[in-house]
């Protein structure tokens, strides 16, 4: 079974974690174009995305916006709540599921997901617990490291880079 959903958090996924105020108040992210391509192809492929993450954000929800992610959630205490309640509305099974995490509040997504990740400098708790431990760490190419690994596994790579051709 491949998979067709990739779940997402933010700080420390696709992010590295730092979370900036400007001197009016505003968040301030950096994220990464790798990842960025990466989510483009995986969603030109017909594969879905959502982001799951537990704080509310205007740059969140524009970069999810610029990134065509269908199904996004901010401000969630519960993520397993929403990854089941999506899984039950796209029909999908555990193993068409990968989700990526770095920290304690993503576990809870891993017990429902079928593949999981971590970006290297995730915390301990999480690098135990799941699949694959990844070389790149958070807001450094940590997704799309994610999504190359998948599109390996699921032997879609041609598929994928076709995209660009």
Not at 15 to 20: A, K, P
Not at 67 to 96: C, H, P, R, T, V
Not at 144 to 157: A, F, H, L, P, S
Request: glycine fraction near 10%.
């Amino acid at each position: 079974m491949s998979i067709e959903l990739i779940v997402l958090d933010v700080d420390g996924t696709l992010t590295d974690g730092t979370i900036t105020y400007s001197s009016s108040g505003d968040d301030i992210k950096s994220f990464n174009v790798k990842d960025g391509l990466g989510i483009d192809g995986w969603v030109n492929m017909g594969k879905d995305v959502a982001i799951i993450t537990g704080r509310r954000s205007a740059v969140i929800a524009r970069r999810a916006g610029e990134l065509k992610i269908k199904y996004f959630f901010e401000g969630i205490k519960n993520k397993n709540e929403i990854l089941l309640k999506l899984m039950d509305d796209l029909s999908l099974a555990k193993e068409q599921v990968a989700t990526i995490g770095d920290d304690l509040n993503d576990l809870s997504m891993f017990a429902v997901s079928g593949l999981t990740f971590a970006p290297n400098d995730a915390c301990y708790h999480i690098q135990q617990k799941v699949d694959v431990v990844l070389n790149a760490k958070g807001g450094h190419g940590a997704v799309r490291e994610m999504i190359e690994y998948i599109i390996k596994k699921d032997n879609v790579e041609e598929q994928f880079l076709k995209l660009w051709q």
